[in-house]
């Protein structure tokens, strides 16, 4: 038997991911788990973020976003950026983390994320509590240690998602596609 709720936004897991934006001088980061992948090509994805946050703005003035994916040992800095206006604090200097120049953007990527996919502003959606940031994605960042020769190993990044208000660690693999109908 199962219990109806009312409705609600309970697709679980989603990402949780730190979104920056800004320019290299005066960098931001902003939390979310609001995110994800529209198409294969080309590659686009979205972001959807409350019109009053401060990190609202400087995406729709720069029209530019890094998604910035978490490990595990950044799921406490990317709670607190979560939680914190970058209108009053630094949050790079606040939780020790490097702005790094982004090869295809001029907003900063996060050094020490293991994964960071350069995003150009296509469209906003206006949805009702939040705005959909639809974006090309114009570059994908990964940290040299994730590879196996041309693999990405996917499992060493240890990335964090997020479910019900809370943060989990992705765990082990139990499949890969196509494995269901694949001859044993």
Same mark, same amino acid.
């Given at each position: ?17 730190? @979104?920056?934006?800004?320019? +290299? ?9 609001? =995110? ?17 946050? *401060? ?24 709670? *607190? =950026? ?24 001029? @907003? ?8 960071? #996919?350069?995003?150009? @502003?296509?469209?906003?959606?206006? #949805?009702?509590?939040?705005? +959909?940031?639809?974006?090309?994605? @114009? ?19 240890? #990335?964090?998602? *997020?479910?019900?208000?809370? *943060? ?17």
């Amino acid at each position: 038997m199962k219990r109806q709720l009312k409705p609600g936004a309970l697709v679980a897991p989603v990402p949780a991911v730190m @979104v920056s934006c800004g320019s +290299m001088e005066k960098p931001n980061i902003i939390t979310i788990a609001w =995110c994800g992948i529209l198409n294969t090509s080309p590659a686009k994805t979205y972001i959807s973020v409350r019109p009053e946050r *401060y990190s609202y703005d400087l995406i729709k003035s720069s029209g530019e976003f890094v998604i910035n994916l978490v490990p595990r040992e950044l799921a406490r800095v990317a709670d *607190y =950026c979560g939680m914190v206006t970058g209108r009053k604090i630094d949050k790079f200097k606040k939780c020790s983390l490097t702005p790094i120049k982004s090869p295809e953007l001029n @907003v900063p990527m996060i050094e020490e994320c293991p994964i960071s #996919l350069e995003c150009k @502003v296509s469209d906003i959606i206006k #949805l009702g509590t939040h705005d +959909m940031f639809i974006a090309d994605i @114009v570059g994908v960042n990964v940290d040299e240690r994730l590879f196996e020769g041309d693999k990405i190993c996917i499992n060493r990044a240890h #990335l964090c998602a *997020y479910a019900h208000g809370e *943060y989990y660690e992705l765990a082990k693999r139990i499949g890969k596609f196509g494995f269901s109908v694949k001859r044993r």
